[in-house]
Nanobody, 121 residues
Framework: QVQLVESGGGLVQPGGSVGLSCRGIGNIFNIRVMGWYRQKVGEAREWIAS???????TYAQSMSGRVNINRDNDRNAVYLQIHNVEIDDTALYYC???????????????WGQGTQVTVSS
């Protein structure tokens, strides 16, 4: 079994920064792409950023310049920093990974359970 365990988030004041962490645990042989999504109340889940195993990062244009994604391949972990947060950043943030499990022949998508970020003064 594979799980993505997220941490971080919580209540943040507008203009502040927040850091999210996600670590993959279980029978992981390789992780190709890791990323972050978010879902606001009443809206569809939206992509924020992704990073490949060699470290190539891509960002959604709507958040480019305010977010930074990085990963630690030895820990099967991915991190997201959001700077200058806005009330509109309030959402449930999900970690995503494209995982090759030990003994498997194909990659499978996994999602974290979600971590809440609430921006409020």
């Amino acid at each position: 079994q594979v799980q993505l365990v997220e941490s971080g988030g919580g209540l943040v004041q507008p203009g502040g920064s927040v850091g999210l962490s996600c670590r993959g645990i279980g029978n992981i042989f390789n992780i190709r792409v890791m990323g972050w999504y978010r879902q606001k109340v009443g809206e569809a889940r939206e992509w924020i950023a992704s990073i490949t195993k060699p470290g190539v990062a891509t960002y959604a244009q709507s958040m480019s310049g305010r977010v930074n994604i990085n990963r630690d391949n030895d820990r099967n972990a991915v991190y997201l920093q959001i700077h200058n947060v806005e009330i509109d950043d309030t959402a449930l943030y999900y970690c995503h990974a494209n995982v090759l499990r030990t003994g498997s022949d194909y990659y499978k998508e996994f999602w974290g359970q979600g971590t809440q970020v609430t921006v409020s003064s």
